[in-house]
């Protein structure tokens, strides 16, 4: 009888104590007036190979950073906060925010917490705003368990047929300017699109080749027409961005 | 970059796909209409009143996936009768994640350690209660309580088509016996929406896993009939798998599936298989299910 009472008084402590938390996150939101904006997909763009493939296939990356995909990105979070918040241009360092890496290990995760948390803290400048709008790398799978992340090009090769996607994997996290905690976190989520294979996020199957630089330039276009359509989404879904004013 | 210059075979292959289509329904094996898409959210929940700070938000876009299966397998383990049973489906993911792989012999599992070839985590079975008034054969057994098996599995993909599986579970309830699963699977997708899968299965129990089915006491032998038999441990059955499964559009998939096993040891041996039962276990489903998207504000 004591232990069932304890459980109830646990379960009781952890309402209240996560009701808070809600309360916490929303108000929080709410009270926020200026904001930074932190884009680090990353200059490169993975190539996957998945599905019927040989032995000893490794991914491969190509540089992307003459894209500017992360100006772009900026730019766009910018346009968009801007009816709500008062954003402000802040500096930051791309490499240290694109090195960050999650565990494999989800209890890893767990116990560490954020990793994006002490990085805003310690490299980000000017301090002292509300929060920082942290856009990144997000991850899915493909094929049977291929793990894709970020901007990348995969092709997924079944007996009779090849199928390519290109995606822009990413989520945003809102945090806190004071405390460094993240107040909120979202993963975008996939398009419109209603083909069998999709990813956890943005994506699109495409046809034909990039080939030369038209075909550079056409493979740009295309990611940048999947990051400019997902982002009010996202954004919009956050409550950070008018979802009507951003479409 | 000349990945790249490869060009798609994809429009060449529509005449194969739809080839595959064609045959697929003129076998009968899915009458099925296709409904809203599956990226078109189908409904919007409001955001949950509290939130665990340490686990992540709720709120997105998921796929909730329900539907109905049925499982043609023996009536109990070592029976040479068949029943069908209704299997339910259901389950939810974050919107867009493929849901990987999953064998008709898999229990419930999670990955905790997930490096995309590799994954490590708990798993989980169940097993049915055993009552010796539902089946003749059974008659003058004792009853044997249903079963949880708690564990582990480690999954390994050699390559994107090869997928190799080892499950270690502790029984509680009706058997207090240790079971390994071992299996690997061939994976070959023909078309992005049509993959078949087949491979060879091992399993072994402990004798705690082993007696409460197949071992015969004292008792029972003079209630049943059947001789004494002490039932032991050891590489409990060999099998081979198949599955088919198709995806008709972004909503509706059916699968179906079949499972030989034969019994090995002490199970082969029991008076219960050799008397009254088979050896040889076969299980047939087949099940289909609609998938739909919601969202989480």
């Keep these: 009888m004591r232990n069932i009472i304890r459980c109830v008084g646990f379960l009781a402590f952890l309402a209240v104590s996560d009701a808070a938390a809600f309360e916490t996150r929303a108000t929080r939101l709410q009270a926020i007036k200026t904001v930074g904006v ?39 979070a910018t346009t968009l906060l801007n009816g709500r918040f008062r954003v402000q241009q802040v500096s930051y360092p791309r490499d240290a925010f694109a090195a960050i890496r999650e565990s494999a290990v989800a209890p890893v995760n767990l116990a560490r917490g954020d990793p994006f948390k002490a990085v805003v803290r310690s490299d980000v400048s000017p301090k002292g705003l509300d929060a920082y709008v942290v856009i990144s790398r997000a991850k899915s799978k493909i094929g049977s368990g291929r793990i894709v992340q970020g901007i990348g090009f995969a092709e997924y090769r079944t007996l009779l047929a090849s199928y390519r996607v290109i995606h822009a994997l990413y989520e945003v996290r809102v945090i806190d300017g004071k405390t460094f905690d993240v107040i909120e976190k979202r993963v975008a989520s996939p398009l419109g699109n209603i083909e069998t294979m999709r990813l956890q996020g943005p994506s699109q199957l495409v046809d034909g080749s990039f080939d030369g630089p038209a075909g550079i330039e056409t493979l740009r276009a295309a990611i940048v027409d999947l990051i400019t359509r997902s982002l009010p989404l996202t954004l919009g879904d956050m409550h950070l961005a008018n979802t009507q004013q951003s479409q | ?43 919007a929940l409001p955001a949950p009143p509290f939130e665990l700070p340490v686990l992540p938000s709720l709120s997105g876009s998921w796929t909730a996936t329900v539907g109905i299966g049925g499982e043609y397998r023996p009536d109990f383990q070592g029976s040479k009768n068949w029943m069908l049973i209704p299997i339910p ?186 008397r009254r039962g088979s050896s040889n276990q076969t299980t047939v489903g087949l099940g289909a299910s609609y998938s739909f998207d919601f969202k989480i504000r």
């Design chain 1, 38 to 76: 932190i884009s680090a997909l990353g200059d490169e763009m993975s190539v996957t190979r998945a599905g019927l493939v040989p032995l000893n296939t490794p991914g491969q990356s190509v540089s992307i950073r003459s894209w500017g995909l992360d100006e772009l990105v900026v730019q766009q």
């Design chain 2, 1 to 43: 970059m000349k990945y790249f210059d490869e060009a798609a075979p994809r429009r060449a292959s529509s005449a194969q796909q739809n080839l595959l289509t064609a045959s697929l329904a003129a076998l009968g094996i899915v009458v099925a209409a296709p409904g809203p898409a599956a990226a078109q959210t189908a409904f």
């Design chain 2, 89 to 274: 489906i259901f389950s939810v993911r974050r919107a867009g994640s493929m849901g990987g792989f999953r064998g008709p012999r898999d229990g419930a599992s999670i990955a905790l350690i997930d490096f995309g070839d590799l994954r490590v985590g708990p798993a989980a079975k169940f097993v049915a209660a055993r009552n010796s008034k539902d089946r003749s054969e059974l008659s003058g057994l004792g009853d044997v309580k249903a079963a949880f098996e708690l564990g582990g599995f480690v999954e390994y993909y050699a390559v994107d088509w090869l997928r190799l599986r080892g499950d270690l579970r502790q029984g509680i309830g009706g058997h207090q016996g240790v079971v390994a699963d071992l299996s690997a699977d061939f994976i070959v997708p023909l078309i992005d929406r049509l993959t078949i899968s087949a491979g060879p299965r091992f399993t072994w129990k402990s004798t705690k896993a082993v007696a409460p089915y197949f071992g015969v006491d004292a008792v029972h032998s003079l209630a049943s009939g059947l001789p004494v038999f002490e039932a032991k441990g050891g590489a409990h059955s060999v099998g081979f798998g198949s599955q088919v499964t198709y995806r008709i559009n972004p909503q509706w998939e059916v699968r179906a599936y079949v499972e030989y096993e034969k019994l090995l040891g002490a199970a082969a041996d029991s008076p219960l298989v050799t």
